[in-house]
T-cell receptor, first 116, second 114 residues
C-alpha cells in the first residue's frame, strides 16, 4: 500500500507568491522522519527539509517550511516568495525507524511551475 | 568534487550489452543506495549498502548487479537489460540508516535500453 500520498499532480504559482504542497503519510511506527526533495528537469534529487516525528516545532529552512500535523499524518511543504527557479517536481518521502537501513518511501510528486 | 557524483549522465545500450554505472560520494557517509525512477512511478529502492556490505536487495532482477568496493564508491553492473529497464537511476548516500538521516542524491544516470 502506498505510504506517502501527494494528491496534487501539478500546480501553477505566480512569482513571489507562496505555495503549499500537500503530503499525507501512513505509518504505525512512532519514530519516523519526513523529507521533502526537489527534482528539477536535470534529474538531481535535492534535499530541502526534514521533520522528525518527535520534533515539537515545525521545521524551517530559508524559504521552505514544513507544516507538520502529526495527528492528521500530514506534512505539507510551504514555499514562500516563489522564484522562477523553484519550478520543479517536489517529492515527499518518509523513513521509518523499524525499516532497517532506511528505505526512503516516496510519494508520486507534485509538479510546480512558477510563472512570471 | 563535492556531494554525490554519478557517471555517465546518459547511457544508451542494446539489450545484449554490458555496462556499468558509477557513483562516488565525497561526504564521508557509510551507507549508499541505488534507486530506480521510471516514468509515472514513485522512486523504487533497489539496493542498500552499509559499510560496503549489501544489507538490502529489493527483489531486483539478477540482470542488475551492484558492487561496493569501499564506502565511497558504488557500481551498478548491467547486462542483458530489457526496454522496460529504461529509467533514471539515482545513487544516494547517508550517514547511517536511522530514520533521521538524510539521504543525499547524485544527479542520476538516464538509461535508455533499445
Amino acid at each position: 500500500a502506498q505510504k506517502i500520498t501527494q494528491t496534487q499532480p501539478g500546480m501553477f504559482v505566480q512569482e513571489k507568491e507562496a505555495v503549499t504542497l500537500d503530503c499525507t503519510y501512513d505509518t504505525s511506527d512512532p519514530s519516523y522522519g519526513l523529507f521533502w526533495y526537489k527534482q528539477p528537469s536535470s534529474g538531481e534529487m535535492i534535499f530541502l527539509i526534514y521533520q522528525g516525528s518527535y520534533d515539537q516545532q515545525n521545521a524551517t529552512e530559508g524559504r521552505y517550511s514544513l507544516n507538520f500535523q502529526k495527528a492528521r499524518k500530514s506534512a505539507n511543504l510551504v514555499i514562500s516568495a516563489s522564484q522562477l527557479g523553484d519550478s520543479a517536481m517536489y517529492f515527499c518521502a518518509m523513513r521509518e525507524a523499524t525499516d532497517s537501513w532506511g528505505k526512503l518511501q516516496f510519494g508520486a510528486g507534485t509538479q510546480v511551475v512558477v510563472t512570471p | 568534487e563535492t556531494g554525490v557524483t554519478q557517471t555517465p549522465r546518459h547511457l544508451v545500450m542494446g539489450m545484449t550489452n554490458k555496462k556499468s554505472l558509477k557513483c562516488e560520494q565525497h561526504l564521508g557517509h557509510n551507507a549508499m543506495y541505488w534507486y530506480k525512477q521510471s516514468a509515472k512511478k514513485p522512486l523504487e529502492l533497489m539496493f542498500v549498502y552499509s559499510l560496503e556490505e549489501r544489507v538490502e536487495n529489493n527483489s531486483v532482477p539478477s540482470r542488475f548487479s551492484p558492487e561496493c568496493p569501499n564506502s565511497s564508491h558504488l557500481f551498478l553492473h548491467l547486462h542483458t537489460l530489457q526496454p522496460e529497464d529504461s529509467a533514471l537511476y539515482l545513487c544516494a548516500s547517508s550517514q547511517g540508516g536511522g530514520s533521521q538521516e538524510t539521504q543525499y542524491f547524485g544527479p542520476g544516470t538516464r538509461l535508455l535500453v533499445l
